[in-house]
C-alpha cells in the first residue's frame, strides 16, 4: 500500500492525528495558492482554514480519482474564486453607495512595491479566467498538465491549449502596453 492510500485510509477511518499531518504537509502550499489569488494574507490564510475544513467534512466521499493534493488545490481554487467574486459583489455595492454620496474611491495598494509586478499581475488579470488559472498553477505552483486537468476538470491537451493561448495573449498584452508607453 503506497503512503497516500494509507494516509487516505486514516483521513476516512477518522484518524485525527492523520489529519493534523495531512494539514502540515500541505498548509504552506495552500496558503501560498490563496495569497496569490487573494493577494491579502487574512484572506488567504481564511480559505486555507476553510479550505481544510471543507476537506475533513468531506473526505468520506472523496473517490480517489484524483491525487489528495490536486483534491486539495481544486478546493483551495473554488474558495479563492468565490471570495473573490462575493469580493467584487460588495466592492460594487461599496461604490454604489458612495457614488450616492458623491464620495470618491480610493485605489487600494497592491501588497508589492514593484511597478513592474503590479502592472504584469494587472494584465494577468485581463486574461480570461480560466487560461488565469492555468497560467497561475502552471507557472507559480510549478503543477504538471495532468494535474492542472484534473484541478480544472478538463483533458490534459486543453490544459495545454489554456496554457499556451494565456501565453499568447498575456505576450501581446504587454506589447501593447509597451507600445503605449513609447
Known amino acids: 500500500m503506497d503512503a497516500e492510500a494509507n ?6 477511518a477518522g484518524d485525527e492525528v492523520a489529519f ?3 494539514v502540515e504537509s500541505n498548509q ?3 496558503y501560498y495558492l490563496a495569497l496569490r489569488w487573494m493577494r491579502d494574507p487574512e484572506e488567504a490564510q481564511d480559505v486555507v482554514q476553510r479550505t481544510f475544513l471543507r476537506a475533513h467534512r468531506a473526505i468520506g466521499r472523496f473517490r480517489g480519482q484524483a491525487s489528495l493534493q490536486t483534491w486539495l488545490y481544486r478546493i483551495a481554487l473554488n474558495l479563492c474564486k468565490n471570495a473573490m467574486r462575493d469580493a467584487e459583489r460588495a466592492r460594487r455595492k461599496s461604490e454604489g453607495y458612495a ?5 470618491e474611491r480610493a485605489e487600494a495598494a497592491a501588497n508589492t512595491s514593484s511597478e513592474d509586478f503590479k502592472a504584469l499581475r494587472g494584465v494577468i488579470d485581463q486574461l480570461p479566467e480560466r487560461q488565469r488559472e492555468t497560467l497561475l498553477l502552471r507557472v507559480v505552483e510549478e503543477v504538471s498538465f495532468k494535474e492542472i486537468a ?3 476538470r478538463c483533458s490534459e491537451g486543453t490544459a495545454k491549449s489554456n496554457y499556451h493561448h494565456a501565453v499568447k495573449n498575456l505576450r501581446t498584452m504587454v506589447l501593447a502596453e509597451q507600445k503605449q508607453d513609447r
Do not use: P
Not at 457614488?99 to 464620495?103: K, Q, V, W
Open 7 to 12: 494516509l487516505l485510509g486514516r483521513l476516512k
Open 20 to 22: 493534523a499531518e495531512f
Open 28 to 30: 504552506r502550499r495552500i
Open 99 to 103: 457614488e450616492h454620496l458623491g464620495l
Open 150 to 152: 484534473e484541478i480544472m
